[in-house]
């Protein structure tokens, strides 16, 4: 079970992976896919729920019924979450109105701003909040109901409402079929047959000698329904009767290659899609940019007298435009109306790549730079990360560049360490452990091209570097001091500067300079270490 490889991260014994492996990887596998945090560190800290605490850390908490926080200060969104995992499944049970009535617990203390008698795990948490709260910057606040389960919870309710009213908050429910979604694993090929009227098709090729063509379709959504749903008979089978769509699934497997994981039909985005197919189904293929495909193999050709282009598809994948098609299959399970889903039509772009992996992969990276997508997914596809990643994998490091990778079924690897992370550590190594914390965005735009620079980064030099920097959080965690991530990046930048030093002189050293700099001032370790000030500080000590 997938959710479980993330509790090998957890060091639990044997009869504590077999009572909470599962759930417990849940947890972290759900917020990975939601908050897009990747590190296990990272996750972790999220947790507050009072069995997680007393199993992996042996500490008294209570959770409040919130099982976990997020609070991300660069997008300004405080998440809540509300777990519920069932170990045997039962079809007439899902999420449940009490346990969103349960959170009122936790935010009550918000509320008040009181947290006197609340326990320290969650009172931290709470206090986070109301600091952000009563700051100048605006805050959203998000509860996420999470199950693995697929009934979930009725929005469109008034005791939901008024909860919303009350606290000033968004709830969201995420059911397994959406964890399902964000980690669609490693397709098989798939192949797809259709045919449309051939006024509906452009042709496209790069060499007139090559057989190698790539096309623009206008295609209807009855069609990209069938073609990309999990029935492979439908698929293949022009002359399919269009009722047979309704209740059909999406191949998830199709969207491996796709940055953008779905957002819910809550977003205004998807609002619009679906507003479109309903009431202005002609006018689809204007409002929207469509989808981009790529496939190993496609064989087409003119049929009827040149009237109609038929087209098969082998090894395709959809590399842009993925949130589009999984918010038209959820108006095809919600709202099914053959007439509309065969009148609305859509632009597609097929490409014909071959085994060409790294075109597959620059046509993602390209097509989807054009959309509101963020630096960090776009690099995450291109195939020098790629590389990177399979270099790294062959040293027994996994590499994470998308939510959801716990890497080969049965490899056992020393180390997990996400693309964000690695960033970090290359950018603190050379030089700037102060920006690799604060400007965490730039690492993947004006910073990109040094960081990870193409003529000068050693692979076998970075392998190195990673297992450096556990070592180095090995040794903080066994010292006397408060130990966290921040530290560790300016331990590299500090054993760069000092290389006959070793981890735990380093360590020494770096206490001292945060006792030294603004010793008046009330600045936390943590407040200090992201101020430019604190650099100059260490590059003019010792």
């Not at 295609?219 to 293949?236: G, H, Q, S, V, Y």
């Not at 056992?412 to 992370?421: C, G, T, W």
């Not at 050379?430 to 980064?457: C, H, M, S, W």
Request: charged content about 30%; some cysteine.
């Amino acid at each position: 079970m997938k959710s479980k490889k993330y509790s090998e991260f957890l060091n639990l014994t044997p009869e504590q992976m077999e009572k909470n492996g599962s759930r417990f990887g849940f947890y972290l596998l759900a917020l990975e896919c939601i908050t897009n945090v990747k590190e296990i560190s990272d996750l972790v800290d999220m947790v507050i729920d009072t069995d997680f605490r007393s199993v992996v850390y042996k500490q008294k908490n209570n959770d409040l019924g919130v099982d976990a926080v997020n609070i991300d200060e660069e997008d300004r969104k405080i998440q809540l979450f509300n777990f519920k995992y069932r170990d045997s499944f039962k079809v007439k049970k899902g999420q449940e109105l009490g346990d969103m009535i349960d959170v009122t617990k936790f935010l009550i203390h918000i509320a008040n701003e009181n947290t006197d008698k609340v326990t320290s795990i969650t009172k931290n948490k709470i206090n986070k909040i109301i600091e952000a709260l009563n700051s100048t910057d605006v805050w959203t606040i998000e509860l996420f109901m999470v199950s693995n389960e697929n009934r979930a919870l009725e929005l469109e309710n008034p005791t939901v409402d008024q909860f919303k009213d009350s606290y000033g908050m968004k709830v969201k429910t995420v059911v397994l079929d959406d964890i399902v979604s964000y980690i669609s694993g490693f397709p098989d090929d798939l192949s797809a047959k259709f045919m449309v009227d051939s006024t509906s098709v452009m042709t496209y090729e790069i060499d007139k000698l090559s057989s190698s063509k790539s096309y623009l379709i206008k295609l209807p959504l009855a069609e990209l329904i069938r073609i990309t749903c999990k029935n492979e008979e439908l698929r293949n089978n022009i002359n399919a009767d269009y009722s047979k769509l309704q209740g059909q699934e999406i191949e998830l497997s199709l969207l491996f290659d796709n940055v953008r994981g779905y957002l819910g039909a809550t977003t205004k985005f998807n609002k619009n899609i679906i507003k479109t197919i309903v009431e202005d189904p002609n006018k689809f293929f204007m409002f929207n940019n469509g989808i981009t495909m790529t496939a190993k193999n496609i064989t087409a050709g003119d049929k009827n007298g040149n009237k109609k282009f038929e087209c098969t598809i082998n090894g395709f994948q959809i590399v842009n435009g993925g949130q589009t098609l999984r918010t038209i299959y959820e108006f095809n399970k919600s709202q099914f109306d053959e007439k509309s889903l065969a009148n609305a039509e859509v632009l597609v772009r097929l490409f014909q790549t071959e085994t060409d992996k790294e075109l597959t992969n620059d046509i993602a990276e390209y097509t989807n730079s054009q959309n509101a997508i963020s630096s960090i997914d776009l690099k995450s596809i291109s195939n020098y990360q790629i590389q990177i990643g399979a270099y790294l994998e062959a040293m027994g490091i996994l590499y994470v560049r998308k939510s959801g990778d716990t890497g080969k079924k049965d490899e056992k690897y020393i180390h997990r360490i996400s693309m964000e992370k690695t960033a970090q550590l290359l950018y603190s190594y050379k030089g700037y452990p102060d920006r690799a914390t604060n400007q965490k965005k730039a690492l993947f735009e004006k910073y990109y091209d040094d960081i990870f620079d193409v003529e000068t980064l050693d692979f076998e030099f970075l392998a190195n570097l990673i297992i450096k920097y556990y070592e180095i959080e090995k040794d903080y965690i066994d010292s006397k001091y408060d130990e966290y991530h921040q530290k560790y990046l300016y331990i590299i930048y500090i054993m760069e500067k000092y290389p006959k030093k070793s981890i735990h002189e380093c360590i020494e050293l770096l206490e001292d300079y945060l006792i030294e700099y603004k010793k008046d001032d009330k600045l936390s370790p943590a407040r200090k270490l992201i101020q430019k000030g604190f650099k100059d500080h260490i590059d003019g000590g010792k």
